[in-house]
């Protein structure tokens, strides 16, 4: 009960095992057996970084999603959190329908720039989305994370 009342503040950061295990004062091991249990019951899930040659990856955390978007605070991180699981689902479907092998992943390398999220289709980069509350410009992030 603990872990799922604290996983709704950490939704689209870095999940960080360490932390959550020192809050609950309980053994890393087992936070991230308990984290796996929570994705197998639908209640949350992770998505790993994208990396490539092309891009210099550095961060190896996952982050967390619910798949109940309303779970999460109000704001950007509840705005993030709706994406990802419509972009998952989407992966879902494609992956249903037509048979191609789909991810969902982000981007962060050495310089913190981030891009939310990047689907891939066969491995390959198909499109990537920034979720932003109020923002009109295109991130700078994905503009150099894909101009190379």
């Excluded at 996983?7 to 999940?15: E, F, K, T």
């Excluded at 798949?67 to 999460?72: C, I, L, Q």
């Excluded at 993030?80 to 249903?96: G, M, T």
Aim: aromatic share 8%.
């Amino acid at each position: 009960d603990h872990l799922v009342e604290l996983l709704p503040a950490r939704v689209g950061s870095a999940l960080s095992i360490k932390s959550l295990s020192e809050d609950l004062r309980v053994d890393h091991k087992t936070v991230d057996r308990w984290i796996t249990i929570l994705d197998n019951l639908y209640l949350s899930f992770r998505i790993a970084p994208f990396g490539s040659p092309k891009v210099r990856a550095v961060r190896k955390s996952q982050k967390l999603y619910l798949w109940d978007w309303s779970m999460t605070p109000e704001g950007g991180a509840r705005f993030e959190n709706l994406v990802a699981s419509q972009l998952l689902k989407h992966c879902h479907f494609i992956e249903d329908t037509e048979g191609h092998a789909m991810e969902l992943r982000y981007l962060r390398d050495t310089d913190k720039r981030e891009v939310d999220f990047v689907v891939l289709q066969n491995r390959k980069p198909l499109f990537a989305v920034e979720c932003k509350t109020g923002e009109r410009d295109v991130s700078p992030a994905i503009r150099s994370s894909f101009a190379r």
